[in-house]
Each structure stands twice: as C-alpha cells, then as structure tokens.
DNA sequence: CTGAAAGCGCTTACAG
DNA sequence: CTGAAAGCGCTTACAG
C-alpha cells in the first residue's frame, strides 16, 4: 500500500504538506493543494489509521458497551435499535464503532474490558446501561475517557428516555378511553430506575383522573412473556371487573393477551391491553399492541451526537427524549354494558 | 500513562526484553521475566495498541460486517445471534469487534467502507451476507485480508448453515405425524440461495413419502409476518382441505397462525403450522411454534474460530452448521375424521 | 505558504 | 539470554 511518502514524493512536496493538505489545514496554495490531492488519487492512497492514531493520539474509535448480564442481551430489540442510532450517527461522522460486552458482575470488572479501556484505543465510550447495579463506566472515567451514558448511572453526560412521561401517556389514553378498572402489570419497582419513573407517570395520570392510587391491582413479572402471562392469570382471577390491562414492556403485554384470550377474554373488546416499549413484533402482532415508543434509535442517535460534542470539547446538556404514544388495536373503550 | 519505556527503566532492563517478555519469547531467566512482570505491575502498564498495530502490523480488531440493506437489519433476530456467537470468540481470544454495516448496492461501495478496508485497521474480516446480490467482500479479496463469509457468497472461506437439511427435518416432521396435505408458504426461490436449499430439502422428503411434489399447494410471501398472513388466507381458501402450512421462515409462520385463527381454524387441533429460524419469539408465541433452529450464535462461533484460524496461517475447510428441528405445540397429527 | 525533524510507543531482525 | 537500533507511517510544533 502507498504510503505518506509515497505521495509527497509523486507530488513533489514534503510529507508534512501532504498530510496537512490531507487535514484541510488552510494556507496552501491551489495549485499545491491539486498536485497532493491528484498525487492521492493517481496513487489510491488511503491513510494508515493505526500509524495516524499513533501520531495524533487519537483513533477516531467509539467504544459502544453494555454489561454482558444475561444470555439474550443481543436479541433485546431495544438494545440493538439503540446500536442502530449510534451506528448510523458514528459512521456518518467518520468514526468506527468497537463493540464491547464485559462480563461485569458485582465486585469484579472484566480484565479483558480494563486492559481494552486502558489501552487508548477509543476515543469515547458510549454505554449503554442496562443493568442498574452494574456500570461499565468506572474505569473509563479513571481513565479521563470521554463517555456518554444511555440511562440512569450517576456520570455528567446522559441521555435517557423519558420513563415518567411515557408512564403517564400510557395510562392517560388508557383512562381517556374510559376505563376506571386498570390492572399495571410491572416488574419490581426497585429492579430498575426506570420502572420506577414509569410508574411515577403511570400513577400521576391516575390520580388526577380521581383514581385512588392505592387501591389499583398490581402483579409483577419479570419482564418475560411468560410472566406476563402469569400476572394476567392472576389480576384477572383475583379482579374480574377489570377491564384494562397496563403492562411495562411490550413482552409481558404480549404473554397477558395471549393468558386472556385463553381465559375467554376477547382484546381489545373485553379488555385493553397496553405495553411499553414498541418492539418490532407490537406492529404486527393480533391484534397490533397499542404501546409506548422510548425512540429507540434516536436514543442512540442523540448520545452519539452528544459524545462526538464531547470530543470537540463541547460540554453539551444532559438530554431526555420524549416518548411516544403508539395507538394501535389492542385498546379500545370499555363496554358501555360494564 | 506509563510506556514500555517506563516499564523497563524500573525493572533495569531494556525496552526489547520488557517487550518479549511480555509476549512470551521463551530464553529469559526466572528472574528478568519476574522483574519485568513486577514491574509491569506496579506501574500498570498496559500497551498502547495503537503503537502495537503500527509496529507490528497486526491490529487484534476483527470487523464484522453486514451490508446495510434494509432498515430492520439491526432487528433481525438472526443476525444478532450470529454476532454474538462472534462476539464470544472472538473476545475469548483477545480480539476486538469492529462494526462496520456499509451501505451497499449493486453499483456503487460505500466510499467510507472502503477506506475502511484500506486503511489497515483490521486483520481480519467476518461477513454476514444477508442479501444475495451483493457482497462487501470484494474490496476485501483485493486488498488481501483473510475474510471468512457467513452464506453463500462465492469464497474460500465460509460457514452455512444446512438449509437443505433443514427443509427436510421440517417436512419430514409434518409427514410423519400423518399429513398428507400440506401447503407451502415460501418467498420467491430465486430470491435467496438459502431458501433455494431449503425448498430442496422439502420436496426431497415429501417426494420420500410419495407425494407428488408438483401437486404441492404453494403460495409466496415476503418474509414479513403480515405477508405469511396473506399467503394463508389465500391457500387455506383455495385449499380447505388442507391440514398443515410448512412455513420458510417463522415470521410468517406467525402471520399464517393469527390469519387460520381468524379465519376460525384452531392450531394444531385444526391446522398444524411449523416455521422456520426459531426466532426467540418462537418460544413463548401462542401456541408455541415448531421451528427449525438454525443454530445462529453456533454459525457466528465457528466463523469466528474459522477466520482466527485463517489468521494463524492455516486453510481450514469450509463447514456446514447442522440445523436442528425444535418441537413444540403449533404441530400435531390431523384429526382422525378428516 | 512550505519543509526539516522530532516523536508517538511499540516490535523485530541482528549481534553478541 | 539480553540489548542497541532501526523502523512502522503518520502528525505537529517550530522555522523560515
């Protein structure tokens, strides 16, 4: 491969103006400028990133990381719609995406992920926190590596979806619905901040909707289809008066249609169904799922965005994406008979 | 952060031992190796890979790409299971994933993609080759780096999965609770070698049962689950008598069960229904599908394994990943009376 | 407006 | 068994 010198020399100029034409550095002349960039061409000359990160300490490497927590992590849809984002916002910038999934637990952090960190190689982490006890971060901020989180970890640049207002449209267009008998179908609330805003929007809208906050049913799964399921066995055994269903992620909504409509419930017709997330399947599931959109690719997108500010040495603002509505057919008004 | 150079000066040795030590050349005393490794301690010297790559021409960065063709690519439950098959090998033997998803088309290769390609940056390439009339891997041959794929672009080096073996355990299935009248819902079989095998597999078994294959109801979707949903409206209707749909891909598998239920078909008591891919959807659907498993994260761990070897100067021989046929509740033997 | 030269932090023949 | 020295291919003050 040609290299530097190669092209100075077939333009008959030193390194250094080849490679500060390279760099757009002003004060050449036009003709120079021409026979480097014609030299360049004539040449097939790319740059060695490794011989320029060296020079220039930098690699133009983002480091995107979440905590290899548990087996499904790469066919969680959020998590790759949020890869998505970042993928499409790094590349248009001109800057390579290393990908990285430490195996973190409690006490001890990944030797693999530390040396990875240490090593200087990226420019930036982006992380995405999917796992409230457990951050990638640490050792990225004792290395003074610039990093954006995606979620709820204590560091200075975050973005994060806005769980409160999602947790309120939900349950908002539920109640404008009709409906006064609502079920929640939640994970434990302390598993994870955002579970907890969710609720906090889920519960605002139902107070001022005159609900007694206190006396709304509730079961827990545990995020799974499976789960669901089994919450809706129960919510509507224990309170067969309900007639609304508000789930926390699109999974457990999906398991608590399929439990209802074998316990003879017709969705939306006899109960509303809602969930949280959007994944893929909502759209086309039957009946579709009404849900929250979190925008997961604009999430990746935005702190994508932010980290490449960080490194121009920008201190950007903390920002939260709103959440959208998705009204699709799994709800409906409640039967006038009821 | 502390250098070679530092390292060496406190362990009273120079920077060529420090640097042999630290890759194992073998001829150093107990005692230099224990000098040096103490000091490579208390310092917390971690190599700049970035001067490493220069100097020895070897990045330890793996890319892995995948033509960005269509926009739910990063959603595609497949892909993501390859990677991280991928993804576990690959960081298991000390190297670092890049991911790159070049915007491909017949024409043109992305400008960005390219450069990437040339610049050094990565020993070696894994490509995941969803899409059949284009390849990322052409500027990769030309510039000489090891490439493994995962498909059926023509190369040296590649893993498939046994679509054609697959096809057959699929219908064999189907035959062999008793169903004699089967219809298949497919996509255009010149739209994907893939899916070429896989029709091959299943005309081979239903020709073994004696059926006569032209005869065999088919009708073609897109892939999608709203497509799968069309192409049993319109068998079902054209063919009631049929007992069971053989699914190419399970997404429409799911389509197809929602539409016969509408269509006020019960699966399996009525209909049988088996797909294909075990989407992770598969598993908790309503009634849990009958798929073929086509062993995604395997394919991305032995391509992994195949490239690394490559890497190391071997000529390993191409292999097939066999496909294995998950049981569940969307098939059954026809009722006795039809 | 352009160039000579040092330097980024490693690895690797080559000597001894 | 260990070291001196060149070199990987760039960038960047510093001069002029």
Redesign the interface.
Known sequence: ?PTLEDVARRAGVSTATVSKVLSNTPYFTAETREKVLRAVKEL?Y??????R??AAGK?H?IA?VFPYVYD????D?LI??I??GI?AEC?QQ?Y??????PRLSDEAVDP?YL??V????MDGIIAIDNHPRVSALEPVHQRGIPAVAIGYHPTRYYVRSADQQGGYQLMRHVLDLGHRHIGIISVPETMHPSIHYRLVGVRQAAAEAGLDVQAIPEWDGDF???SGAAAAAHLLTEHPDLTALVCLND?MA??AI?QA??MGWRVPDDLTVVGYDDI??AA???PPLTTISQQAPELGRVAAQMLLEVLRGGHPEPIEVPTHLVIRQSSASPRSES
């Open positions: 491969m097939g790319v740059p060695n990133l490794a011989a990160a060296l690699t490497i995107v499904a992590i790469f066919t849809p790759m719609l890869l998505q993928e590349t001109g390579n995406l290393l990908l990285s999934t693999i040396q990875l240490q090593s200087g190689y799974s289809t499976p999974r999906l398991g399929q409509r074998e893929p399947y086309v599931f039957s």
